[in-house]
């Protein structure tokens, strides 16, 4: 078994024209993160907090797959030599919507997670600080199911088991900089698990892995699938 283990950020969805957080016309250039995306700031402030988010849900209306989601994709499916797993830090859905699933470790912009009952329900549409929960009903309740900072992002433990049961980590288009992910590459270094870096430019972690291809990821992810699955 060889399996591999496939960490995604912002930068894998920025050719969808989705904006990344620290680029210079980044996210956070344009937001503050302790107003919208802090469990202190949506106390504060939770109309706020819904509209940035209803903004971003709209926004993934209008965006589609690209070419390094399908090659993705191709590679979870038809990868014969072992699992595929994708763990994202990106709460749009292309890569579902591209075929293959991926482990939302971030939370899931069409979610929103109840204060009451605490179920997760799929929500698609605008929310507000007068949403109502689709599980226990009640009103007023609901923010989005996005993990912000401070606190403990999903899937753990289902996730450093997966990465200490590969035999490849990649992590494409994540500047390193947020942790948990980015300290999985010194997890896999010290299993002496094999470390690739795919990203548009170096990043400060880019010292830590093992080999690294800089580029657009659509261009450079496609190449990469392309040459894993003829071998
Ligand atoms: N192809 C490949 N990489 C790209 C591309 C591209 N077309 N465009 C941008 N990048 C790279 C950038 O160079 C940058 O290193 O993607 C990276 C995006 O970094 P960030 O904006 O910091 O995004 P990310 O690493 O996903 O952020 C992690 O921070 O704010 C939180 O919760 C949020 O999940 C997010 C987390």
Known sequence: MKNIFILTGAGISAESG?????????????HKVEDVATPDGFRRNPELVHNF??????????????????????????YSQGIVTIVTQNIDDLHERAGATAIHMHGELEKMLCLNCRKSCLWQEDSSIESICTNCEKRGVLRPDIVWFGEMPYFLAEIESCLLKSSLFVAIGTSGLVYPAAGYVQLARAAKIKTLEMN?????????????IYGKAGQTVTEWVEEILIK
């Not at 989705?18 to 344009?30: H, N, Q, S, V, Y």
């Open 18 to 30: 989705i904006a990344t957080f620290r680029a210079e016309d980044g996210l956070w250039e344009k």
């Open 53 to 78: 988010y209803n903004e971003r849900r709209r926004q993934l209306k209008t965006v589609t797959p690209n070419a390094a989601h399908f090659a993705l994709a191709k590679l979870y499916n038809n």
């Open 200 to 212: 548009l430019e170096k990043t400060a972690a880019s010292q830590f892995f093992d080999a690294g």
